[in-house]
């Protein structure tokens, strides 16, 4: 039963389109069996056509503008200070140079040798207003060797002071007295008191104190020994070793030695020259400086009893 209706469907689906394409109808069905099967033509492959590579308009290199040059004005070359000219220097020269020491008041037990080392300070003063009166004008040692070395004139009436072993009154006494009458003085100093703070003599900071003011401040051995007949190292222990200290405390040049006592012999004069000393002073009498004594020219002891007659009959008689 089931067998025969499917048949049945079968054969009548056939009918149908049959009639269908002989009715020649255009249903959709037909449309869709009478429409060929479209045919694949492969596409061609493109031809790639090259393109043309444009040529690069060549860009036009720019013309640098030319940095102008500037104008160098050459610098004149510096003007050279010129050396001053100096009569030919002399042989010799006659410059008092005085000694002092102390100069305070006497001690109450003062013995011989320090009454003739001291002057009084209204003494010293009445001195100093004397050579201020009389047109006296303070030089330095190392103003006499420039004389005698380059012909630098010295002033009308030089006159060199000097004091020996550093004292304090050098510093509380003579300097304002210095100063207030417009001179300077060179002051030969030991190196052993000051640096112990000896009583009696200047410490360093009242030796370079009185640098700073202007005077000289040159050697006179680190102790107050004799020279004579020492050891070459003892010798420039004292020799260059205040030379060395000085300059250290107070930033001058040292170049002028004073012998402890005036006293040397031609083994203290080698070491003075060999530690480049220009000169040294003596206790010997006299005024007559020149090259070839320079180690040892002489000065003028000022005694403290002396009175300003006699003070100035003996600048008279030196000259």
């Not at 492969?42 to 590579?53: K, N």
């Not at 009308?156 to 510093?171: K, M, Q, S």
């Not at 001179?183 to 410490?203: D, R, S």
């Not at 006293?263 to 003596?282: N, Q, W």
């Amino acid at each position: 039963m089931g067998k025969r209706r499917t048949i049945g469907w079968l054969a009548g689906g056939l009918v149908i389109v049959a009639a269908l394409v002989a009715g020649g109808a255009p249903t959709a069905l037909g449309t869709l069996l009478a429409t060929p099967t479209p045919t694949i033509t492969p596409s061609a492959t493109p031809t790639l056509t090259p393109t043309a590579t444009a040529t690069p308009t060549p860009t036009a290199t720019p013309t640098p503008t030319p940095t102008p040059t500037p104008t160098v004005t050459p610098t004149p070359p510096p003007t050279a200070t010129p050396t001053p000219t100096f009569p030919p220097p002399p042989q010799e020269l006659r410059v008092p140079i005085l000694m002092y020491h102390y100069v305070s008041a006497l001690p109450a037990d003062a013995d011989r040798y320090r009454i003739g080392l001291t002057v009084p300070p209204e003494t010293f003063e009445a001195q100093l207003q004397y050579l201020q009166e009389h047109g006296y004008h303070t030089v330095s040692l190392f103003d006499l060797y420039d004389a005698l070395t380059t012909g630098r004139p010295l002033p009308e009436n030089p006159i060199v002071l000097t004091f020996d072993d550093g004292y304090e009154d050098a510093y509380t006494v003579a300097l304002p007295l210095l100063q207030q009458y417009g001179f300077t003085a060179t002051f030969f100093v030991l190196a052993t008191p000051p640096h112990f703070e000896a009583p009696g003599y200047m410490t360093w900071a009242q030796i370079k104190a009185l640098a700073d003011a202007g005077m000289s401040v040159q050697g006179h051995g680190r102790d107050h020994y004799d020279l004579r007949k020492r050891s070459n190292d003892f010798l420039v222990y004292q020799i260059l070793g205040i030379q060395e200290a000085v300059e250290a405390h107070t930033g001058q040049p040292v170049r002028f030695f004073c012998y402890p006592s005036g006293k040397y012999d031609e083994a203290v004069l080698a070491v003075v020259s060999s530690a480049g000393y220009f000169g040294g002073v003596t206790t010997e009498w006299g005024v007559t400086e020149r090259l070839d004594n320079r180690l040892t020219w002489p000065r003028l002891r000022v005694q403290g009893t002396w009175s300003l007659e006699k003070f100035a009959k003996m600048l008279e008689d030196v000259k």
